[in-house]
């Protein structure tokens, strides 16, 4: 016979399943928005002419002071940029969700303690956007790394005789996944009516890389200004290939202190893993006392503070 904990365990978890479920219908029902230029996209998608990436919101860049706001912007932002095929909406209730369980599940194995609750609830809700990060770090490397390509295929159209407009429809045909659709959308929004600077200029708000910027500024000077575009395009997949290979020079002269970083970060959570599961009776004695948990919470605040900032030592802007 299972334990009482267990089953209220088990009947947490599926009622947080069935809220979240609920809420996506609710979403899906009353809450899903799509905008004029995603309809007509999804359109041109449906028909075959042009092929774009699902979830493409336009991001709000509006200057605000509200803290909320500023937040909500930055997690739609990761969604899109992460590449999931999911809208922010759903993504939220997926926070949600695990904060949920594994909330859940530590105040019912810690025998209704509400601050291992509270803190199994922050926990599970960091999860998913940890994965999320790390989901948008390599789709931004893989671009990173397509982008030079990208760039002479450009050239050679231009050089060809073609439009700078139809050199970017044949970039975005011809390059793979991710960078791919973003030209592919640029391209359905020149065919729309949208003029090649605005195009661009949304292409480098969706892009959060700086020689995609660069490359936006280019076409946008050279539109005002006239010249060689296949030359000055040139120079400018040389800029990215140089650019890039100072981030790898970077990477690999940093990577002991990478995994050093890696290496502290893990050995607090593999020693209390230890603790947990082999010597339960010592975090009993632990956490009988309030000073136990103050201690603790003071460690994991350190620690997390320590890794931001050795993170942000070893980062390279994009």
């Known amino acids: 016979m299972p334990t009482l904990p267990l089953l209220v365990l088990a009947i947490f978890v599926a009622l947080a399943s069935i ?3 609920v809420g996506l219908l609710l979403r899906d029902m009353l809450f899903r928005r799509r905008t004029t230029l995603d309809r007509r996209l999804g359109t041109m998608a449906d028909s075959g002419e042009v092929g774009f990436a699902p979830n493409t919101p336009e991001f709000d860049t509006t200057p605000t002071l509200n803290p909320v706001r500023r937040m909500t912007r930055w997690f739609v932002r990761l969604v899109y940029e992460s590449g999931v095929d999911m809208p922010p909406e759903a ?3 997926l926070l949600l969700l695990c904060g949920l369980v594994v909330g859940g599940s530590l105040f019912v194995l810690w025998q209704d303690e509400p601050l291992p609750g509270i803190l199994g609830m922050i926990v599970g809700m960091s999860l998913p956007i940890f994965y999320l990060l790390w989901l948008r770090a390599n789709r931004i490397r ?3 790394e397509q982008l030079p390509d990208a ?3 450009l050239v050679r159209a231009v050089r060809a005789g073609e439009s700078l407009d139809q050199a970017i429809e044949l970039v975005g045909t011809e390059t793979p996944e991710p960078l791919g659709s973003e030209f592919r959308r ?3 929004q020149i065919h729309m009516g949208l003029s090649l600077h605005a195009a661009v200029r949304l292409l480098a708000q ?3 890389l700086m020689e995609v910027r660069i490359f936006a500024t280019t076409v946008m000077v ?4 006239g010249g060689n575009l296949a030359i000055t395009l040139e120079r400018v997949a040389d800029v990215v290939r140089d650019r890039i290979s100072y981030r790898r020079r970077f990477r690999a002269a940093t990577a002991g202190g990478r995994f050093a970083a890696i290496l502290i970060a893990c050995l607090g959570v593999l020693a209390f893993s230890y603790m947990l599961f082999f010597e339960p009776e010592y975090l009993n004695a632990f956490f009988a006392e309030p000073i136990g948990w103050l201690v603790l919470s003071a460690a994991v605040v350190l620690q997390l503070l320590g890794i931001l900032w050795v993170a942000s030592l070893l980062r390279v802007d994009y």
């Open 19 to 21: 809220a979240a479920a």
């Open 91 to 93: 993504a939220q209730l």
């Open 142 to 144: 893989v671009m990173q």
């Open 151 to 153: 760039l002479d295929l």
């Open 186 to 188: 640029c391209a359905a």
């Open 206 to 208: 969706r892009v959060n």
């Open 222 to 225: 050279h539109r005002q200004t």
